[in-house]
């Protein structure tokens, strides 16, 4: 069977993925943006394809069609799919590549007989090149036709395709925030905590950048509790409440997030969690500011 690609949405992951797929021997059909200049630079970025400014009926023409749209218009583009191409979009393989959203966003071309589904790789898409996908998780969910096809895009491009279930695909999406853009928030904060004592950033960056990639080189290597290090794991409260007290004089969300990621280790890293949330606690409520008593009259 012929492979097949229309792309709508061609952004950094829909040209990415199309060049790639174009020099793996897919051919591509209709490429698909809001204006006639971005679709001719991604056909161009891509290798293959006709430009087009608009959704087109002519996406018709390629079996698969990838949405690579931002979310919020995942549902939209699908409902004027559905709206121009009614019934020719049976035995067509629609997909989309939202690591939010699941394939319930697709569900006017999925009424039209459209198998559908989604494949998010869990990958970041600078817009400079085609990122190495090899060994990357794609998460895919959907109609069993749209899974298989989309498992065989993932494979030939050298990723892992993980099954997630649809109506849990959030939760996937929620843990690559914390484990990626949640983490980039840390270490600016410890860095920016760093240069307010005096150095310059780029030896903050270079003080921090081995300790994390450590940390997450032995959370590889050996599993969170033994990767574990800090004053929390010690059980050195005295030194967890200097720390609250110091913070003090920072940004106010860094001292809350100092508070919030306490108990989140010791809920998810402690041996006892129970017993060091305690233990936290008590620093928390010494800490926290005491209500102003009011004079009254009796």
Sequence with gaps: MEQSLAIIGAGRVGRAL???????????GV?????????????????????HAGLTRQVLGSRVVLIAT???AISSAARELARMSGEELHGKVVLHTSGAQDARALAPVKECGAAVGSMHPLQTFSG?????LEGKVFAVEGDVIAVRVARQI???????????????????????ALASGHVLALVEAATQLLVSLGMNRSEAVRALLPLTRQVLDNFQRVGPRAAWTGPLDRGDYKIVEA????????QEETAQAYEALNRLAA?????????????????????KPKAKVRGGYG
Excluded at 128 to 132: R, T
Excluded at 243 to 250: E, G, K, P, T, V
């Design 18 to 28: 199309g060049r790639r797929l174009r020099e793996l021997g897919w051919k591509i």
């Design 31 to 51: 490429v698909v943006t809001r204006s006639e200049a971005s679709s001719r630079r991604a056909v161009r970025f891509i290798g293959a394809g006709k430009p």
């Design 70 to 72: 931002p979310d919020d």
């Design 128 to 132: 400079v090149g085609v990122p190495a």
């Design 154 to 176: 993932a494979r030939a491009l050298g990723g892992s395709p993980v099954r997630v279930a649809g109506e849990k695909k959030i939760l996937y999406h929620a843990a690559a």
């Design 243 to 250: 720390h609250l007290r110091a913070l003090r004089d920072s």
């Design 267 to 287: 809920r998810v890293l402690a041996q006892d969690p129970a017993g060091t949330t305690a233990e936290l606690e008590k620093i928390f409520a010494a800490l």
